[in-house]
């Protein structure tokens, strides 16, 4: 087992390399579903979870080595970014995060503080514990896309339209430009500095750009997240994840991740088609699956991996996150699954 | 004035037929967005509206007069039509509506009701009063496509993921096939018996289709909103709406819809490419926009008009409902904006 961290089968498909089997990792795969997770989390806060480098740390190790996953994601929150912002989070049990001094101007956009990035070094410290546990099994380290950041910090929470974050875009596209802008460095920032701690792959996520149009999503997000994308370094694979992308899939694969994360929306094998043969693709199974028993799940996963028709450059992934409600074991069935059917 | 119905401009533009302006109407155009509404609503519970011709006539046409729109559409809340059928919906004032007996498994199914349409006869006759007081401009009825009116029976109540109802679909494919089967048979009888009360278009609404993958879409919702199009007697256009439904666009046309209404996450040139010339196509503004201003509800709906090139079919709408913040001075901007922008 004393390969070299790039040998790692999630890290070969990341380059378009052949693999013996298909590499699989689940989005939120460690979180409330756990036992163990829940457990901790009646005793410690999101925040001070996420604060802490040995509980974030043993969180992400944890969940890799019971799922007996490809490679493990960095557990942290979306919304850490934002603080050395000057946002103030807080994250009440049983409501969503909420943004206490959402920008929704110009000039709140002015009172934002220089991002130090330094205020984030537990995250790094988490990632170089989770990977010294786990090497040479690869850690993903993430970050938020400037959009999906932007609607949080104007919306002042999780929104199910994003009316407001799309009526400043709107009203006053060189404020929200200003605010992408900001945010691109912070992210790039960032996840470089999960990189320099041992990351061996970043995922930059941007979980609510399905609630553009085409028109404005080239226009007022492209250009940041490509910002985001290409100030990471040094350079390890980037994943590009976004879900309700299916109508401009070509634009989002336009900001530069090496590999374009699908949602469970669209066809594997038509959007990896229009993507182009050297792309690279992780995805899509819809998390509902994980809910509906093991014969579902074996019918369901055959199907995504028989779309991807054994291509090199294909990471299996749920096309978006795990569900509480999903049975551990059912979850750790898809795992073994994945491998068996995709073994070569 | 006294044109015969058939030469109303939408009806023209829903047969493929050049108009020459643009027809125009709001997704939700009657709501809580108007000062009139909410002040009706201040004494009247949703429910009561709804069971009440004349006040739902009078809703239906003050919000089409005071828009200047090319149709009116009754006002109805989507469940009514679950009632019928034995399901108990609670609409709590601040909450979402709620089913207090979900349908989750074969045995929920065999206690449902044999469905009968004269329960709702109330939306016949208001449609009937909408239509006498609006001649010559059309009046639309409506419904909720099977899919949707499952989901809502299925969860108990709007979802954000409609986990319940995608498990269901995979764990038990009969069930869920039964269900959505007696959902089209009553959606049919539902939509036809507001033809017969005068409506001169139906619009069946999937609100909530985008949640499923292609294949999900393919194999377990189309067939059933095929039947309920299918069964609309007398047969006036159809409008078939969805949202999020980029990635199957091409099957969402085959349910047999005379117009495709499109959500703003396409672009509408595109979307129309692939729907082919002979389709007729609703859409699709961001209703978002009507809350950036007047110069953004210009450049924005000149932008949809561009992208639609003055080809015959086309219905101006939102690509989805008004927002209850919308301004409702703008929302009328936006109709005479179309219409002036769109002359010929």
Known sequence: MNRAPSEAVFLKACRGEPTPVTP??????AGRYQKEYRELRSKVSLLELCRSPDLAAQVTVSAARKLGVDAAIIFADILLV????????????????????????????????????????????????????????PVIGFAGAPFTLASYAI??????????????????????????????????????????????????FDSWVGSLSPDAYREHVLPHSKTAISLVRPRVPVIHFGTGTAAFLEDFRDAGGDVVGLDFRVELDRAWDRLGPASRVMGNLDPAVLLAGRDAIRREAKKVLDRARGRAGHVFNLGHGIFHETPEDDARALVDIVHELSRR
Not at 98 to 124: E, K, Y
Request: glycine share 8%; charged share 25%.
């Open 24 to 29: 699989i990792w689940l989005l939120r795969q």
């Open 82 to 137: 934002l603080e050395p912002l000057g946002l103030e989070i807080s994250f009440e049990e049983g409501e969503g995060p909420r943004i206490l001094n959402p920008v929704r101007s110009a000039a709140d956009l002015a009172r934002l503080r220089t991002f130090d990035v330094g205020a984030l070094a537990h995250v790094g410290e988490a990632v170089r514990k989770a990977s010294a546990a786990l090497a040479p099994l």
């Open 155 to 204: 919306e002042g929470g999780s929104s199910k339209d994003h009316a407001l974050t799309k009526a400043l875009l709107h009203r006053d596209p060189g404020a929200f430009r200003e605010l992408l802008a900001i945010l691109a460095r912070a992210t790039g920032a960032y996840l470089s500095s999960q990189v320099e701690a041992g990351a061996e792959a970043v995922q930059l």
